[in-house]
């Protein structure tokens, strides 16, 4: 980042490489909406390319890129009613089963069940504790990396992830439960 605010544009442009699919991720697990995600993913990187003459390595690259999309999305979260995103995130997992030959309809069925109850386990987590829980398993980030990116202590931050394991667990548990009973 350093030598992208010197004026080296191929350093940005191994930044960017390195961190597109991971980031992009991020952003589509949080909220399951493909065209948003894009939205927010593209201006994270717009923000850093307005943030790069006055870059300060305070931290790593990815924990300010990763703060700077945390920032993104609580603030999208805020403005945002749960049950917009609830809604956006069941047609975005319908869409991505519809059509899927590859299993057969029993096969497929369980698949989607499962898929479903987690997802919706996971979208029934407090943002805190479901951010945490992406950050630390789709992205790979320790604890103390989540802590910066979320601007709390490494204490909260264990806890969130540990709250978040419990919450999932009981939760599919419960409700593969229900599932099966039906």
Same mark, same amino acid.
């Given at each position: 980042?350093?030598?992208?605010? %010197?004026g080296?544009?191929?350093?940005?442009?191994?930044?960017? +490489?390195k961190?597109?699919?991971?980031?992009?991720?991020y952003?589509l697990?949080?909220?399951?909406d493909?065209?948003?995600a894009?939205?927010?993913y593209?201006?994270?990187?717009s923000r !850093?390319?307005?943030?790069a003459a006055n870059?300060q390595?305070s931290?790593?690259?990815?924990?300010?890129?990763? *703060?700077?999309?945390?920032? +993104?999305?609580?603030?999208?979260?805020?403005?945002?009613?749960p049950v917009?995103?609830a809604?956006r995130e069941?047609?975005a +997992?319908?869409?991505?089963? !519809?059509?899927?030959?590859?299993? %057969?309809p029993?096969?497929?069925?369980? !698949?989607?069940?499962?898929?479903?109850?987690?997802?919706?386990?996971?979208?029934?987590?407090?943002? !805190?504790?479901?951010?945490?829980?992406?950050?630390n398993i789709?992205m790979?980030f320790?604890?103390?990396?989540?802590?910066?990116?979320?601007g709390?202590? +490494?204490?909260?931050?264990k806890? *969130?992830?540990?709250?978040?394991?419990?919450?999932l667990?009981?939760c599919v548990?419960s409700?593969? %439960?229900e599932?099966?009973?039906d």
């Amino acid at each position: 980042m350093e030598c992208y605010a %010197q004026g080296d544009t191929s350093a940005f442009e191994r930044l960017y +490489l390195k961190h597109k699919g991971p980031l992009y991720r991020y952003f589509l697990r949080q909220i399951s909406d493909k065209q948003l995600a894009e939205d927010l993913y593209q201006e994270t990187w717009s923000r !850093v390319i307005r943030a790069a003459a006055n870059y300060q390595p305070s931290a790593k690259f990815s924990t300010w890129l990763y *703060r700077i999309a945390h920032n +993104l999305l609580v603030d999208h979260v805020r403005a945002v009613k749960p049950v917009d995103l609830a809604c956006r995130e069941a047609s975005a +997992l319908l869409d991505t089963f !519809v059509g899927n030959e590859q299993y %057969q309809p029993d096969v497929q069925w369980q !698949v989607l069940q499962q898929s479903r109850l987690l997802k919706h386990c996971i979208n029934m987590l407090p943002q !805190v504790q479901k951010e945490a829980f992406i950050l630390n398993i789709e992205m790979g980030f320790t604890a103390v990396v989540i802590s910066d990116i979320a601007g709390v202590t +490494l204490e909260a931050t264990k806890s *969130r992830i540990r709250y978040a394991y419990h919450s999932l667990k009981a939760c599919v548990s419960s409700k593969w %439960q229900e599932t099966c009973d039906d």
